[in-house]
Structure formats: C-alpha cells, structure tokens
C-alpha cells in the first residue's frame, strides 16, 4: 500500500526571506495538524508558468493518455483512503461519516469522467446549415485553456476541488488549486499523490492569502466556488484580464411552508436541509417562510426537530464540529442582530470555537442580518407570511440559494410556482439533502 508522502515544503533560496507561515488548527480538540509556508505571489507566477509549459505535452496524449493517468491517479486514492479521509477530518472538524462521504464523491467524479471522457470531448455536428439556403456545415470541437485555476472553500475542500479539477483535466488543461487557508492540507496531499504515480506534472497547489488574487492574475481560466460577495471580486478580476470564469456563489436557499401542508414532515425534513453537516454547505435551508395560519404550529415542530440535532452521547467523534471559528463568529453576529431588532430566540442561539447551538430564530424581518447574508451555519430563521403569494416573493428575493422547497398538499400549484424560482433547484415537499452516503471501495 502506497502511503501519503508529507507535503512539500519549499524552502526558499539563500538569501532569500523565508515565506509567512500558515499554521493549520484541528477544529475539533484545537491542535496543530501542520505548519506550511504560504506562496507568494512569485511563486504563484512560477508555478503556473510551469504548468503552462507542462500543458501542451499533457493535450497531446489525447482522452485516452490522460484517462490513464487519471485512472492511476484513482488507485492511488482508494490505496490511500485511510490517510486522505483521516486528514480531511482532521482539518474540517467533520465527523468520519461526513469525510468517507466527501471521498466518495471525488472517486465518483473521477470514475464519470473517465468513463464519459470520450463523448465529452468528441466533436459534434449539431445541424446540416445555419439556413435552410446555406450549404454548410457547423461543427463544435474542443479546446482546453491551458491553465485552469481552482479557488475553493473550507466546506467541502476535497470533493468540491475534484468536482472542479478532474474535468478540466480530462479536457486536456493544466489546474492549479488554491484552497482556502482554513484547509489547505488535503489537496496538498491528494496533488503529491498525483505526483508520487508518475503522472505528468500538470497539477498543483497553492495557500496563502495572497495566493487567490496571484492565480487570477495567471491563469487562463477560473473556476470559484464561495460567497457572492467575493465571487464579484473574482468576476471582475478575470473581466479585467478578458478571461472567462465560472462562478458557483452561495446564497440562501428557502423554504415556504403554505397553510395546507403536512406540518410534521416539513418540520423534520427542513431541520435537515438546515442542520445537517452544522448547516455548511450552499445548500442548506436558511430562510423559512410560514404561512400565518400555522405560524405557530409549525415553528413548535421546528423546534422540537432543531434540539433533536444537538450533539449527544454516543454520537460520532466531530458530530456539531464546525470547521471555521470565524464562521462561529459570524453566526454570533448574525444571531445578536436578530435578537436586537426584534426576533425571539426559540431555540440555542449560543456557540464557541469551533461549535454553534442548532438554532430557531421566530418574527424574523428582511430588516436583519440572518436574512441577508449567507450564513453557513445551524440557524432557522423563520418568516411569518400572510399568505403564498407574499411567500414566494420573498423567498426570491436576493440573495436566493441555489434550491427552494415549496411544502403544500396542492402539488400541482406548487408544480407552477416552481416555474417562477427557475434556474434554482425546486424540491416539492422535499428538500435538497446535499448528503452523500459513504460508499465501500
């Protein structure tokens, strides 16, 4: 069995002043995993000119080559399971279940894009001429940029990278990843596996806080993953350098509860939506709208719900972990505006370090904080409504997630309601889980 070599450390040149130094903290006993140097701006340029060199070689070997190596890459990982998965938990606070989940979802992005690479990439002849009097004909082919920069976030650091790396990869372009400071240490470690099978040297990684701004300025394309307020940094950024860029902003995605719906299933399934991974993820629930008529019925159910989320003994080791101590802070924020300006605290409502309280907020206005901002955490705020049609205004006003759930017995009103939430994901007396089993390799 292959074992995870330990990261790089790139010392600097005699002479030369050492690199700040960015110090990785377990969020679930507060020890120091690892110390690793930041990269400078310089670096980044090197790195990516490098890359860029290393990219041309790599196009060449065409679909098949390079799902070779990919497949290469696969093994290693499923040989190195153990370690990935123990130093994912590690770095994020997520309890086993949680990190076996996120691995999972890597090595099943690699095995659909090597199994799809082929159509993927193949060319297409999509119609015989642009006008029924032209004789010609349109083909769409392929061309990867060669440097393809990944800027990630702290909730799901491996999964979300990968989700972003391996296509670009299998389209024949370079990547470089930035994670976030707050975990840096697993595709540290999942790009030195990439290297240890003798895969050409077409990936990297970067950390620091300078690094993010280093590899907009580098790179031929980007893909972001994070809150909106610097996915608009990020998009004028890559404006001012005419590169295109992908962006995959949070938001708040919500809920609406109308007068005729099964009160007990919306209550349990919404705590879910909203709780579950302590509420880190785009996709939690993180507004509720509540017809008035079962205001209070329903937010008694929500609460009986939310306290059932809170850690208990004999739960798994990390269970209430939440990665960032700085996420804890916001929460607290957020919470203490809410309570100023008028809403009452039906639940929790307390955190420290690393953990924050499942928490229901009740008579919550568009006026605070929890309503506006993307919060990233165990919060409930719920929103008393007069009726649907306020209800569905509301939940699409900015900043709107990435999913709704509408909860009614009349499906197929909520069938045409959904039309009016489009592009966003639309559960019917169902909600966006974002969970991932485990599966066994």
Known sequence: MHTVRAPHVRVPDAGKVRPPMLTVIAPADGHVIDTIPTDSPERVRDAVERLRGNSELWRSLGVVGRVHWLTMFRNWLLDNRDTVVSLLGWETGKPESETEAEFALAVDTLDHYRAQAADFLGGRYPQLSLRPSAAMQLAVTDRSCAVVGVIGPWTYPLALAMFDAVPALVAGAAVIVKSSSETPLTMRAVADGWASVGAPAVFDTVAGHDAGPAVLDSVDFVRFTGCVETGKVVALRAAGRLIPCCLDLGGKSAAVVLADADLDQAAACIALGALAHSGQSC??????????????????????????????????????????????????????????????????????????????????????????????????????VADAGEAFELALRPPAGPCASIWTADTAAAVRAAGRFAPIRVGINDVSLHIAHPVPY
Do not use: W
């Not at 996709?283 to 509720?288: D, M, P, T």
């Not at 509540?290 to 739960?315: H, I, T």
């Open 283 to 384: 996709n939690s629930v993180e507004r509720i709208y509540v017809e008035s008529s079962v205001y209070e019925p329903f937010l008694c159910r929500l609460v009986d719900e939310a306290a059932a989320f809170a850690p208990l003994a004999g739960d798994e080791p990390g269970a209430g972990v939440m990665t960032s101590a700085s996420q804890v802070a916001r929460i607290r924020d957020q919470v203490r505006d809410a309570l100023l300006k008028g809403a009452t605290l039906r639940c929790g409502g307390t955190g420290t370090g690393h953990t924050f309280e499942p928490t229901v907020l009740g008579d919550v206005d568009p006026t605070m904080a929890v309503l506006t901002q993307q919060t990233l955490g165990p919060i409930l705020p719920v929103v008393r």
